[in-house]
């Protein structure tokens, strides 16, 4: 049964990534996951909570895999913060959105969407926040911890809003590259520059 979940859940977040959440139907889900379509009700009761608990796992998988990136780059000698951007901005990860980020996927269809889908990536937002606050307080000894909050909110914006643009701008590789490049200045800046956090 947790081997059929599991199998679903991985299904799932990929083809939601991919082809939106509206797009994707508990037929597609099964077949991804090679299980019938009634095997998918014992496990969920609507498309909808699979792809609330799908977003929400796929945040906490992203939270947890920017701490092993920071704690790799630590005992490296390596900027943590740094990176965290610079893996979430690269092209590597514009050019596989079905096994990146559900912000930059499904945030804007989800913004939209009503409980309980509405509110499925809050907590997984939060916790990515939490990662870059983390960081921050480490990397800035004394700064307040409002401060580094609001800045790692600021650093996490930049950095989605930056690889949304990338993706846009596919077709022309220079401004998709520029979009990738700007955002990591602008997720490095909010993260280093005093004057972000008065």
Known sequence: MAAH????????????????????????????????????YGHFPSKTALAAESCRAALADGAALWRRRAARARDAGLDPIGAIIDAYLSERHRDAPEAGCVLATLG?????????????????????????????????????????RDIAQAMLSSMVGGLILARL??????????????????????AFQPEIAN
């Open 108 to 148: 804007p269809e989800l913004a939209r969407a009503a409980p309980p889908l509405g509110g499925a990536l809050g907590k997984g937002v939060e916790e990515l926040v939490a990662v870059l606050r983390e960081e921050l307080l480490l990397a800035r000894p004394g700064l307040p911890e409002d401060a580094a």
């Open 169 to 190: 701008c596919r077709d022309d590789e220079a401004a998709s590259h520029a979009a990738l490049a700007n955002a990591r200045r602008l997720a490095q800046a909010a």
């Open 5 to 40: 979940r599991a199998a679903i859940l991985q299904a799932a977040a990929g083809l939601f990534r991919r082809r939106g959440i509206e797009a994707v139907t508990v037929a597609d889900v099964t077949a991804g996951a090679g299980l019938t379509h009634g095997a998918f």
